[in-house]
């Protein structure tokens, strides 16, 4: 009987001869998508920043980040988490190496505002 072990796998040896090639993983992108407020401070902490985007240019950045296979962190705000953007709802559907979060608008009062806050609201109430 044979033992497998890890470094038997095909991912470790993907690893195995990307380290020997020298080949490193591209850089994960950070964006922000959402209002200009917000969007200074994220540029200036390094993200790629698209404030103020139109649900046409949400499409395209999403569109655009499946299409280039990139890795990516995803920030944007309660505005653009709620448009009917198709690429937008595929990467939320599918998951994988685009991370998308968003965040409340610098003016409103703090809610916890996520798909579990909303299930969890329909099945104890909105006191929580």
């Not at 001869?17 to 591209?26: F, L, R």
């Not at 964006?31 to 790629?48: K, N």
């Not at 939320?92 to 610098?106: K, M, N, S, T």
């Amino acid at each position: 009987m044979s033992e497998h072990t890890p470094s038997d796998s095909p991912a470790a040896s993907n690893a195995a001869s990307s380290a020997a090639s020298g080949a490193k993983a591209p850089p994960t992108r950070m964006l922000f998508l959402g209002e200009d407020s917000l969007a200074e401070g994220f540029s200036v902490i390094g993200f790629e920043t698209h404030p103020n985007p139109a649900p046409a240019d949400v499409d395209r950045v999403f569109r655009d980040l499946l299409a280039g296979r990139d890795q990516a962190f995803v920030i944007v705000d309660d505005a653009v988490m709620n448009m009917d953007v198709e690429h937008l709802k595929r990467v939320r559907r599918e998951g994988g190496r685009i991370v998308v979060v968003a965040v409340p608008p610098l003016a409103a009062p703090p809610k916890l505002g996520s798909e579990v806050a909303d299930r969890l609201a329909s099945m104890f109430g909105a006191g929580l």
